[in-house]
């Protein structure tokens, strides 16, 4: 067993590596993009398409981890039931395969993503003490946690594309509209559509922080989470720039500081080499194929009808 594992972790590793974009074997679900009989929920020329397709998400994924961890419910949750002390790469890597089968596969493979995940929170439940100190049950699956990882994350993507992406279809609220249909997949009721309503939202639920040692270790574990080779090597930067990026009422909550250092500049700098190496990730490519065999088919049927 624990060679699977650590298997799996070289893997999930391999993926994660910043040139990943443009080497490297696809895995298995990465492949199965190229299946499906549309183009989903949300397509080429989308704003979800140009935000999670794009290389600030990778600083994205770590403002979502940080924004995340300030709700002691969500945040006992993860201390809870998590692997992510043991199996890091892991964790992240099933977060990767959510967003990118969402975000790239076709109808049926977004929900069915989403129902996966749905059910592996059925177990995560348990209490947990709220900011006046009051003991509270809480569920993965409880409407109200799940409007505030939705939240987060909305706002983590489309706050990193803000600083270091490019322009979006229809802009930032076309972003939260669009995510918004992720949101309600994942049994969000009503998720905001415009950015200021989800920022909003985001600063109401800051009423509920909670700062403690499980929030104190997690952000710990966040700025050194151990990652091997390359990536360990670069990923001081991309937590700089993370930390840089968000809103200073965060940052204050979080107990962290503005990195002294140009961090916003240099991991421009980091991103725009991965550009040089290749404007589109595996998942985008994948889907596109998908797209274009099905146009292929509708041609040839339109073709065959004449």
């Not at 009989?37 to 998400?57: C, R």
């Not at 006992?76 to 790469?89: E, F, K, L, N």
């Not at 996966?116 to 100190?133: K, P, S």
Request: aromatic residues 8%.
């Amino acid at each position: 067993m624990g060679g699977g594992t650590a298997e799996r972790r070289r893997e999930a590793s391999a993926r994660w590596h910043p040139g990943a974009r443009v080497r490297g074997a696809l895995p298995e679900w990465t492949i199965a993009l190229a299946q499906g009989e549309d183009a989903g929920y949300f397509g080429p020329g989308s704003a979800v398409w140009a935000v999670n397709g794009a290389p600030p998400t990778l600083i994205a994924g770590i403002r979502a981890l940080l924004l995340q961890t300030l709700h002691p419910g969500a945040m006992a949750g993860v201390h809870d039931h998590s692997r992510y002390h043991h199996d890091p790469i892991g964790r992240l890597d099933g977060t990767v395969r959510w967003i990118a089968t969402t975000t790239f596969g076709d109808r049926r493979a977004a929900e069915a993503s989403c129902a996966m995940v749905t059910r592996l929170h059925v177990r995560v439940r348990g209490t947990y003490e709220d900011a006046a100190g009051v003991e509270q049950p809480y569920s993965a699956n409880d409407p109200h946690l799940l409007r505030w990882v939705h939240d987060a994350f909305a706002e983590a993507f489309i706050g990193a594309h803000e600083v270091w992406g490019g322009r979006i279809p229809g802009g930032a609220d076309a972003y939260v509209r669009e995510w918004a249909r992720a949101g309600r997949l994942m049994g969000v009721e009503d998720p905001p559509e415009t950015l200021a309503d989800l920022r909003a939202e985001l600063a109401g639920f800051l009423v509920e922080a909670k700062v403690d040692e499980r929030v104190r270790e997690a952000v710990r574990f966040i700025r050194r989470p151990g990652l091997p080779g390359l990536s360990g090597r670069v990923y001081p930067i991309l937590f700089g720039g993370a930390v840089a990026s968000l809103a200073p009422e965060h940052r204050r909550l979080l107990g962290l500081k503005r990195p002294w250092w140009p961090a916003v500049a240099l991991t421009r700098i980091l991103l725009l080499g991965l550009l040089v190496l290749g404007r589109q990730g595996p998942s985008e490519r994948v889907a596109r194929a998908r797209i274009a065999r099905l146009a292929a088919a509708d041609a040839a049927a339109a073709d065959a009808g004449d």
